[in-house]
């Protein structure tokens, strides 16, 4: 039994490459082979004596490591060959634009990444060198992968220059993007800051152009870690690039939701559209109401009381982005109270219906009108509501670190601002089936009247503009601007290749 042991075990080096014939030790017996690829222990008895003789050695075995670049960068000094469990050391260098993202390995007639990563495969940044220790009696090949790094300004540069040379019109923003009729709508178009006006009011004023995303795009971001209704553990959030902003800023959206929500609990008042009410002063482009942002909490400036959105925001900030803080700037956010058609004493439809659903012409803007009222500064009336000067004091222009889209930005984006056939198709970016089923409240009020405040909404269903009770359940759908200065990001905005922020 011992022989056909010993046998075994010699074969099993054989093939190994670990035996070395000449080792063999004695007159009349045999060598056992007990050992790794490391450390090789020879055991000499003969068919007289039971005693076991063991002599202790090591057979060295040489390694070829070689390490090539997929592309976009260089390996120097390769290949190297090395003793079992010795350090290959190579030098990595990216081309201009581009940085080291992973090495994945493999031995001869092998899979590529037997050798992992962690264990056997480490690349150090500071100096661009990877090291390379087998842990096989095989020979090791190793391919470097290069990823493309570019600045957010960079990378916003490359989305205005994709712009679209004519613009959708109102037919086209009636009809939405893209339908089964029309699947060339898809892209990136310009908007002045200020598109609708009016002979009796003031629509906003300039403020540099906007470039926005249309339909079915590759806009997809990778930013920050939290939580979602879906995903109550930490991970990774994406996100979805809804425009470059006039003052170069990137405006996202999460793409999911966070939970649903109400937009206020109270819906038998004009002043329950609003973002805020009760305001201390009209929130104004001159004068922008703001919640300000500092160690860790929330203070509103001119505000008097945060609808519950609103406040379920800004937690929900708190809680999972308050470490990327420094990257999100305050942005414009627009709760447009504005007068529209009606009676401030009777159904009163504010500006963003006038724009999107009052008729055949559909005119959304990116501007965010006043909250005016229809009162001549002598006659306010609703004294809770309005001021002396003209100016509603629930809703208006805000100035925030974190708020809800628009109604003026769901029918850019592709939405239709009403119900009908042909519908949008999912693959619309802004189509998603969270928590609410893909329905997502807008910050613009629809309506309002002695006993009820109406709201805007993004629907799943025909993916179009709907309106709901402002007491309703729907989904809370974060949207922050980032800063483009001294932010990088590596990836395409594809599905499988986000823009991820470094």
Not at 291 to 306: A, D, I
Not at 327 to 348: A, R, V
């Amino acid at each position: 039994m011992k022989e056909k042991r010993i046998e075994k075990e010699i074969k099993k080096a054989q093939k190994k490459g670990i035996y070395n014939p000449k080792l063999k030790l004695g007159i009349v017996g045999l060598i056992l082979v007990i050992g790794t690829v490391i450390g090789v222990s020879y055991a000499y008895y003969t068919d007289k004596s039971t005693t076991v003789l063991t002599i202790s050695g090591t057979v060295s075995k040489k390694i070829k490591v070689t390490v090539t670049s997929s592309g976009n960068g260089t390996v120097s000094s390769s290949p190297k060959t090395v003793d079992y469990g010795t350090q290959a050391t190579f030098t990595v260098q990216p081309n201009e634009g581009y940085q080291y993202k992973a090495v994945t390995c493999k031995e001869d007639g092998g899979a590529q990444g037997d050798v992992t990563e962690t264990d056997e495969a480490n690349y150090t940044e500071s100096t661009n060198t990877l090291t390379v220790t087998p842990k096989t009696s095989q020979n090791v090949t190793c391919t470097v992968e290069f990823e493309r790094v570019r600045t957010l300004k960079e990378i916003a540069e490359e989305i205005k220059g994709k712009a679209k040379s004519t613009s959708p019109n109102s037919t086209d923003f009636y009809n939405g993007c893209p339908t089964s009729t029309n699947d060339s709508c898809s892209g990136v178009y310009s908007m002045t800051d200020y598109q609708y006006t009016s002979s009796s009011l003031n629509y906003g004023s300039p403020g540099g152009i906007s470039y926005y995303f249309r339909g079915e795009a590759d806009n997809y971001v990778k930013f920050g870690r939290g939580t979602t209704l879906e995903n109550t553990t930490l991970q990774d959030l994406i996100w979805r690039i809804v425009r470059i902003n006039g003052d170069g800023s990137i405006r996202l959206v999460l793409d999911s939701d966070i939970g649903t929500s109400e937009f206020n609990t109270m819906f038998n008042a004009g002043k329950y559209v609003g973002y805020t009410y009760g305001n201390k002063e009209p929130c104004t482009n001159a004068s922008p109401c703001t919640s300000e942002y500092s160690n860790g909490q929330f203070s509103s400036n001119n505000t008097g009381t945060s609808s519950i959105i609103k406040s379920k925001l800004e937690e929900w900030y708190i809680d999972n982005l308050k470490a990327y803080n420094n990257y999100i700037t305050y942005g414009t956010y627009c709760n447009d109270t504005s007068f529209g058609s009606g009676s401030e004493t009777g159904t009163l439809y504010y500006g963003a219906y006038e724009r999107l659903q009052n008729g055949s012409q559909v005119a959304p803007q990116l501007t965010c009108p006043d909250p005016t009222t229809n009162y001549s500064i002598s006659t306010p009336s609703e004294s809770s509501e309005h001021t002396g000067t003209g100016y509603r004091t629930y809703g208006g222009v805000y100035k925030l670190k974190i708020g809800l889209l628009s109604a003026d930005e769901i029918v850019l984006a592709g939405f239709k601002p009403t119900t009908r056939s042909p519908y949008v198709t999912k693959s619309n970016y802004l189509y998603y089936t969270g928590s609410s089923d893909g329905y997502f409240w807008s910050s613009s009020p629809f309506f309002s009247d002695t006993s009820l405040a109406y709201g805007f909404y993004g629907g799943l269903g025909s993916r179009s503009l709907y309106s709901d009770s402002v007491d309703d359940l729907n989904g809370a759908r974060p949207v922050i601007n980032l800063k483009t200065e001294g932010l990088n990001a590596t990836g395409e905005g594809t599905k499988e290749s986000p823009f991820i922020i470094k």
